[in-house]
């Protein structure tokens, strides 16, 4: 058997220890640069595959399509993962099919995700182990083919546990890699309402919360001590780090977080308590819990964590250029209800009259153009910013190519540069157009390769300049560190998209061009036969998943690219135009309106002019909104056009009066 190993760490090193022993050719070893940064207590799988003479590489994207033809060009049987950082893609795993096997650290289906060894304890498990299984383009969920368990000790670190992990993977190659060369291995499916997922982990998380209970403060102490960051609190604005404790009888009454002894160091918990038997001031060494009490000058009865500050906190503020738009208006609403500051430039008020007036909302009616100067301040002064500001029709991008670059592009770079110089955050908006004519049946953000129509049809100069900008901007981000993410929103709906005024003049998406057929009681037109699918995502979860950008303070979703859409909201334009007409007709004014006057295809090049062109489908992956963001979302395409339809009717009674509907409203096709 001839394999290529995708390997890192200790388990790697364990993986390919195994298949050195068991006479496994390894064509090559692909593994990640040691970082120093983690201590390097850990073995290095470069440095041991070297030393057998076995190719080794660490590229920065193992899936690029130079390192997919070495691959082939090696002719594998199987490819294996262990510990392998990075995500490796279809292009790969199509080259050896049902044979590509990952080693992951928890007994799956349970622990899928990153971090299990680290989870296993702080979650105060009694046992876990090593799982060989097959890989599939989702992490962790295919089918079994080994597992080795181990108990979990009631003093287990997430160190030892890692030690004892190796030995279980080694054994369990041992045993399983014979049964595979012979042809006679097994495959299980695993039971996916078993499966649990988490997170990756930061220091941020092991913050010490005193009111939980003495054991899971010392599960957490546990699964993050030395070599990992640790497990901390604060004795005022000193931080300290706990790297051992034993759980203690309380002191019922006591406040949690309340130093009940300093000989030992005892603290109490929202149950029992906990004696910090070792820790270390951040500037200073590693000691017991009594020398670092005296070092501290902590006495009986103080309270552990971070003290208040004297002044209130300043409340993180948000800029966003093009503030009343779709995105931007419901975007404000969130940010205020979670006591962010928003800070807003528009042309016009329309979407945000009802915010003008609230505390925290500051609004200024500009042209990001004009207003330079108001716009590089705020950029200064804000902690993120957000440039929603862009021609976003299709009719618009071949009438208007120019104006399109012009604003889509040039004046949002200035807004780059501006954030790459005061080392603002910027969440920038990407377009799901920039895969362009891409045959992929799922649009992936690491791997769909971006492709763009003749430069004939103006219709891709929107999607060509967002993804010019979306290159600059990754650029800035690894040259110039700028603190970025990109997100591509998917056909997102809901009240407030568009006006039906701008629907007249063809400059708004389809949905409202739909409606204002409805409404005017004209022939809804469907181009090119209303054929193109799109997968529709409701206005409020793309908001809570452009939110849960904003206040990702971790940096998990830094230097991501994040599609943020709904692929099982999958539909035709015709299919989108029969549910409208469904809702429009269920309405109590529907009375009020226009008899329906049915549908007309018509060609796309009559309907937006000669340089139009299309792509007929386009669906997400959305596995970066899930790992980085636990973002899945879940309302459907008929309740989101309910909530559409029911809007703008309302909105048009508003606008004209119920008695001006009849009267001045068209009544035939």
Known sequence: MKIVLFAYHEIGVAALEAMLRSGIEIAAVFTHTDDPAEGGWYRSVARVAAQEGIPVFAPENPNHPIWVDRIQQWDPDAIFSAHYRSMIGSKILDLCPDACFNIHASLLPKYRGRCPINWVIINGESETGVTLHHMTSVADAGDIVAQQKITIDEDETAAT????????????????????????????????????????????????????????????????????????????????????????????????????????????????????????????????????????????????????????????????????????????????ANDYEVFGMDLRSTNVAHLVDRPGFHYLEGDIAINREWVEYHVRKCDVVLPLVAIATPIEYVRNPLRVFELDFEQNLQVVRDCVKYGRRIIFPSTSEVYGMCTDMAFDEDESNLVLGPISKQRWIY??????????????????????????????????????????????????????????????????????????TDVNEGVDCLFRMIDDTTGRSTSQIINVGNPDNEASIKELAEMIVARFDKHPLRHRFPPFAGYRIVESGKYYGKGYQDVQHRRPSIRNATRTLDWVPTISTEESVARTVDWFIEDHVRALGAAQITSEAPTGA
């Open 161 to 336: 546990l890692t030690s004892r992990l190796v030995k279980a993977t080694g054994a369990m190659l041992d045993d399983a890699i014979p049964a595979m060369q012979r042809g006679d291995s097994t495959r299980t499916l695993q039971d996916a309402s078993r499966a649990t997922t988490y997170p990756g982990r930061c220091p941020e998380d092991g913050r010490i919360d005193w009111s939980d209970s003495a054991t899971a403060i010392q599960s957490l102490v546990r699964g993050v001590t030395y070599p990992w960051p640790g497990a901390f609190s604060f004795a005022g604005d000193r931080k300290i780090l706990v790297w051992q404790a034993t759980v203690m009888p309380g002191a019922p009454g006591t406040s949690p977080g309340t130093v009940l002894s300093t000989t030992p160091l005892t603290v109490s918990c929202g149950e029992d308590a906990l004696q910090i038997d070792a820790g270390q001031d951040e500037d200073g060494v590693w000691s017991s819990g009594s020398h670092l009490a005296k070092e501290l000058n902590l006495v009986d009865g103080m309270r552990l964590g971070k003290s208040d500050p004297v002044a209130a906190p300043r409340k993180r503020s948000v800029l966003i250029l093009g503030v009343n738009g779709f995105i931007g208006s419901h975007l404000s609403e969130q940010l205020l």
């Open 463 to 536: 999607s060509c300049s967002k993804q010019l900008l979306d290159r600059v901007i990754w650029a800035y981000g690894v040259k110039e560190g700028l603190d970025f993410t990109l997100f591509r929103p998917f056909n997102w709906i809901g009240p407030r998209l568009d006006t039906l005024d701008a629907a007249r003049v063809g400059s708004s998406r389809a949905i409202t061009q739909l409606i204002l057929n409805l409404v005017e009681g004209t022939p809804i037109q469907l181009v090119d036969g209303g054929e193109q699918k799109r997968c529709f």
